[in-house]
């Protein structure tokens, strides 16, 4: 389906007919793309269960939906998506005598954006309605290439066109939304080669008169976002995986290939993970070979659970094997209230009892089980209720000392009564010491027989599973089990992939619907290694889709949306679009992060890893990389001040009694809009404006720009972050530094000034359309990190105004938007002379006869408008304030009066007044005659 931005939306749920209980709203869990939602009963009774949803942002939206079974039994799930496009444009008639334009301010991205998402809907829309022929609208990639896209659009009815290319050809559209059909490329740097996109709007665009799109209109451009690593862990000690939770991190520390100890990392400051302490018992005796949790975990009580595997290792020569363990630790973190760091052993269990007898290659944790791929066993599953009841037993009966032994004694092992199921993955059970699993996931999938369809719970595992006859010949690399049931749904060799090295379970968006899909990466019988992409719809008959050749040795996999990130033993990631998951597409990569992944619901990619016999390797430590979402800290808002304004510091001019507040800038503006003009004040730019709504400020030439900012901490601390340093750039104004800032624990903002490095230019005019500034943020310790970007037109005069000016004689005593426009938006003026022609021009055509004078919006000034019935001067505006507010006015006891709206007509007074205005921007004195 098809939704317009802002909609009301409600998604209904409610049960197949058949079904002998119905969904209620405590059972029912829906959440569009990622984010939950409030449920309720339907009032109107047409579904079980509702939820409400307004969509911020084009693009395509998945619906997801969890009903619990109350009988106990794995919930029922269920999917949808929808695509919402821009709404209309609010212009819906044309203008005559004047081409159509797009309205960069109401559009997406604008000409110049960067760090525009890889998942853009590109929105335009136009200054009035237009024809929109068949090949008109395109998006080019870096390369020039066609990006395959379906253009939307809006009608001047409201209507909405999901593809335009089914509209009639006499159809006006105020608005288009385009849909890339892939996702786009990232970026390698700000503004880099590989990131640049553009979108051409060629001149057969036209409006119902016959005239062309107004030239400028094309091409936007606009760069794409960039993969940026945050902290590239100093190459300091290896760790088998890295798992994450309430800002804290958790890794196994391994000192050597037989010992290991578990730490937890305070990450409040991902640019600068620091360790708070390791846990205070569980100290590994073995190769520690993964690390995995889950956070609200009841075995721990609420809190984070954190598992961590060991495969048996010697610790000495002549000296014997361990068992094959996982051992269990309960953390919590000072950033819930009431809460302290801590990290606590608070169980442990065998899964095998020695190295002949199997070892665990990867764990799972979902609720109060944990599933392992394990050499020699298959896929085993442990109740980890049992593992803490017999680990709390033991210890309060014989303390650790006992534990220890059990856990590191060959033939022994602890707990084994916990584990409850082992599922034999190669057919015969004399031979299911062949087997080599190295990763398993687990999920719930619909199981569909006949006409019949339920919800299972399925771990799904890859790695090398050779034939039974001879225990050599690859059988399968991928392995798909019914947990609850205890028996192999699916065996599939994935092509020439034949030793799965890792694999992530998820649902992708394509093209035209939703699908579940499993990505495996791993080792090819041929030399090299592969991803490779299996469809997931049935389960019970998994697909493979595509096969695509790596060019390295792969370490793990994870999917984010549409996008597979595909770790290296070269610590790097690389990037792969999916939408089309028959040709997965290369669109990025991130140096520094690699070895084992994992990434958090905001976007952080955080990664640990280790190369056996490499006690240091580049992977080691704890790495973190920005894939999606907000960095560290990101700008709230800005307040454009003056650090040598003709009046204090950030007090802007404004001689008015009946404005006494400060404005922005170094001089008092007013922005003019049908009906009033208000004072514009700061922040004139801030993280929820639309572009529209960042206001521009004014400045005297040789003035130098002063901001006050507010930093958004996005991951708010628990402890105070110092030797911070927020720094902004633009081209020709240099650099805006604030350095020995300390972010104060608990705080989720921070004000900060700093005054650009280089003034104004000196002697002419000039305007900045918009001022564009990159911010940055660094720590003293990792790399320079990108922050965002801010807009604002800063608009430069010649002079002081004359408005301003005490004893200048005149009715016009403000400087509006409109007035600025006309003194500088032609800038280069350096003189009075050169002032007065670029402003004159403007009213003008080649200096004869009246131009079509535009407000600074482009709204059109009439002159004795003549398509409207009602004349005369009492509906006619008098003066500059009267023709730009669009106030009718009359003379009333020898002064000036506003009698209500105009008709949007002036007249040569008021024409020659908003001249005389817009000169006196400039320091030019005039007189009206």
């Known amino acids: 389906g098809v939704a317009t931005l802002g909609s009301s939306l409600v998604i209904g749920v409610k049960a197949s007919p058949g079904s002998s209980v119905a969904p209620t709203a405590s059972s029912t ?7 939950s939602l409030a449920t309720s009963s339907d009032p109107l009774g047409q579904f079980s269960v509702i939820a409400n949803y307004v969509p911020a942002i084009v693009g395509v939206y998945t619906i997801q939906v969890n009903v619990l079974d109350p009988f106990g039994g794995p919930p029922t799930t269920g999917s949808n998506s929808f695509r919402v496009i821009g709404a209309g444009g609010g212009i ?5 005598g004047v081409p159509p334009s797009v309205l960069s301010d109401q559009s997406y991205p604008q000409n110049g954006a960067i760090q525009v998402p890889i998942t853009v809907n590109p929105l335009i829309v136009f200054s009035e309605p237009v024809l929109v022929p068949a090949g008109s609208v395109t998006l080019l990639d870096p390369t020039g290439s066609l990006v395959a896209v379906t253009v939307s659009g809006v009608d001047v009815g409201g209507n909405a066109y999901p593809d335009i290319s089914a509209a009639s050809s006499t159809t006006q559209f105020t608005s288009l939304t385009l849909q890339p059909l892939e996702s786009l490329a990232f970026s390698s740097q700000l503004r880099g080669s590989d990131g640049k996109y553009q979108i051409t709007l060629s001149q057969a665009i036209h409006d119902p008169n016959g005239l062309a799109l107004a030239t400028g209109s094309s091409p936007i451009v ?4 960039v993969l940026q690593p945050l902290f590239t862990g100093n190459a300091a000690f290896p760790s088998p995986g890295i798992f994450v939770a309430q800002n804290r991190a958790y890794v196994a520390e391994m000192s050597s290939l037989s010992h290991a100890t578990v730490w937890q990392f305070n990450v409040d400051d991902p640019s600068n993970p620091t360790a708070i302490a390791s846990s205070d018992g569980g100290f590994i005796e073995g190769r520690a070979d993964d690390v995995e949790g889950e956070d609200g975990n009841t075995v721990a009580g609420g809190k984070t659970l954190i598992a961590v595997s060991e495969a048996p290792y010697p610790i000495a020569t002549g000296v014997g094997f361990q068992a094959s363990n996982v051992y269990l630790y309960k953390g919590t973190s000072s950033v819930n209230h009431g809460d302290v760091d801590s990290l606590t052993w608070i169980g442990a269990v065998s899964l095998t009892q020695g190295n002949t007898d199997g070892v665990i290659s990867s764990i799972t944790v979902r609720g109060n089980q944990l599933y392992a791929a394990t050499w020699r066993k298959g896929i085993q599953i442990v109740d980890l209720n049992q593992a803490v009841t017999d680990f709390d037993s033991l210890i309060n009966q014989w303390g650790s000392s006992r534990v220890y032994y059990l856990l590191n004694t060959e033939g022994q092992g602890f707990a084994q009564d916990a584990v409850i199921a082992n599922i034999p993955v190669v057919g015969q059970p004399d031979k299911e010491y062949c087997s080599q699993l190295n990763n398993v ?7 569909t ?11 799904v595992a890859t790695g090398y599973v050779p034939s039974a006859t001879d225990c050599v010949t690859p059988a399968a690399s991928f392995v798909v089990a019914d947990v609850n049931a205890q028996t192999i749904v699916a065996k599939l060799l994935l092509g020439t992939l034949i030793r799965g090295q890792a694999l992530a379970l998820g649902q992708i968006q394509t093209s035209s619907k939703p699908l579940n899909i499993a990505v495996v990466v791993g080792a090819q019988s041929v030399p090299g290694f592969a991803l490779v992409v299996v469809d997931m719809s049935n389960p019970a008959q998994p697909k493979v889709l595509s096969s695509f050749q790596l060019s390295d040795t792969p370490t793990d996999v994870i999917l984010s949306g549409n996008t597979a990130v595909v770790a290296f033993a070269s610590d790097n990631c690389q990037l792969f679009d999916l939408t089309d998951p028959v040709n997965p597409r290369f669109i990025g990569k991130i140096q520094g992060v690699g070895g084992k992944l994992f990434l958090t619901k905001d976007g952080l990619l955080y990664s640990s890893g280790s190369v056996p016999g490499v006690p240091r390797s580049p992977l080691g430590g704890v790495h973190v990389a920005l894939i999606n979402g907000k960095p560290p800290v990101s700008i709230k808002d800005v307040s454009y001040y ?7 510091f950030g007090t802007p001019q404004v001689v008015q009694a009946s404005q006494p507040v400060a404005g922005a800038g170094c001089f008092a503006l007013y922005n003019d809009v049908a009906g009033n003009a208000n004072l514009i004040t700061n922040p004139v730019w801030k993280d929820s404006n639309s572009p529209q709504s960042n206001y521009p400020v004014a400045y005297v030439q040789g003035q130098t720009i002063k901001l006050g900012l507010t930093i958004a901490v996005n991951i708010v601390p628990s402890a105070d972050i110092p030797n911070v340093t927020i720094s902004g750039h633009t081209s020709g104004l240099g650099d805006c530094v604030a350095s020995g800032l300390t972010i104060p624990a608990g705080q989720s903002s921070i004000p900060v000034t700093c005054t650009m490095s280089s003034p104004l230019s000196s002697n002419q005019t000039k305007f900045y359309n918009p001022l564009t500034i990159d911010w940055s943020y660094s720590n003293g310790i990792g790399p320079s990190i990108f922050i965002g970007s801010t807009s604002n037109p800063v608009y430069v005069t010649l002079a002081q105004p004359l408005q301003y000016t005490p004893g200048y004689n005149s009715s016009e005593k403000y400087v509006f938007r409109t007035t600025l426009n006309f003194a500088v938006s032609v800038d280069g003026a350096t003189d009075q002379a050169s002032a007065f022609s670029k402003t004159w021009n403007q009213f003008t055509i080649g200096g004869h ?15 004795y408008r003549n398509d409207t019935t009602v004349s005369g001067f009492s509906v006619c505006a008098l003066n500059e304030t009267g023709l730009l507010l669009g106030l009718a006015q009359d003379v009333v006891n020898n002064q000036m009066v506003f009698t209500g709206p105009s008709n949007g007509s002036g007249q040569c007074g008021s024409f020659a007044r908003l001249l005389i205005a817009s000169l006196a921007v400039n320091g030019i004195s005039s007189a009206f005659a």
């Open 29 to 35: 869990f829906i959440n569009v793309n990622g984010q």
């Open 92 to 96: 819906t008639t044309p203008t005559p």
């Open 222 to 225: 606009f760069w794409t976002l």
């Open 441 to 447: 996931k687990v999920a719930d999938y619909t199981m």
């Open 449 to 459: 027989n006949g006409s019949t369809s339920s919800t299972s719970t399925l771990a």
């Open 642 to 648: 003056g650090a040598n304004c003709p009046v204090p």
């Open 849 to 863: 006869g009246p131009a079509d004078v535009t407000n600074w919006s482009k709204q059109r000034l009439y002159y």
